[in-house]
């Protein structure tokens, strides 16, 4: 009783915007639990009842296995090193999908309409030699955006690149790191479209739409019942 009261609770406070109930949310059903497992830690920043923010901070190259491995047409095993370019392709749509599985997962618990989605990674300072976590690839996306995409055919590089984002691809794919970069801010929602900004306005008038409907249907029956 008390599990069904906490969810309860929960179901009535996230609609009104409630911050903490978003955060209790994350909490509760942990949607990116599968995420830390396999290395990647978040950070969450709650801007708004309608924006998310999140810093991931994911795993190094060492990530993708560097051999490729086939069966001859005898049936034998064939081990051969993985060419670079497809090590570096493959390394870069791990880093893609990954800021793509966490919007997707926020939007699906959270009634937020933006998400900016900021990928840190290794990055190496030729300066020094040496290596820190700098943001590599940053993206801001839209509930309606993400609607629209068919995940059973897309290609993480490819989706991102059409969407709002700052990062480098060429760069990362010939040299087989990404460059790092200034992390997208709330302020870049100021210079979207109103069609991508405007998501709650839309659907505030769909609500309001229906509401007219039924009203307008209600007057029509009860003036044919006169």
């Known amino acids: ?22 955060q209790e949310a994350l909490q509760e059903f942990s949607p990116l639990a599968e995420l830390e497992e396999l290395g990647a830690e978040m950070e969450f920043t709650m801007h708004s009842a309608s924006l998310f923010e999140c810093c991931l901070t994911v795993k190094d190259s060492s990530v993708i296995p560097p051999e490729a491995k086939s069966l001859t047409s005898t049936g ?44 840190v990674g290794e990055v190496l300072d030729t300066a020094t030699g040496k290596t ?31 969407m709002t984002h700052k990062g480098d691809f060429k760069a990362s794919r010939k040299s087989g790191a990404f460059q790092a970069i200034t992390a997208l801010t709330p302020a870049v929602l100021k210079e979207l ?22 009203a307008e249907h209600a007057a029509l029956l009860e003036r044919s019942l006169s």
């Open 76 to 119: 034998k095993l064939s081990v051969k090193d993985m060419p670079r370019a497809r090590f570096h392709e493959i390394y870069q749509d791990y880093v893609c999908s990954a800021i793509l599985r966490v919007a997707r997962e926020l939007f699906a618990i959270l009634p937020i309409e933006h998400a900016i989605v900021t990928a």
């Open 132 to 162: 820190a976590d700098k943001p590599v690839l940053s993206m801001v996306v839209s509930r309606v955006e993400l609607k629209e995409l068919q995940w059973e055919f897309l290609d993480p590089s490819d989706a991102i690149s059409k």
């Open 1 to 22: 009783m008390q599990e069904w009261q906490k969810k309860l609770s929960l179901a009535v406070r996230i609609p009104t915007g409630d911050l903490t109930a978003y």
């Open 193 to 214: 479209p109103a069609a991508e900004a405007d998501f709650g306005v839309r659907l505030s008038r769909i609500i309001l739409f229906r509401e007219q409907i039924k």
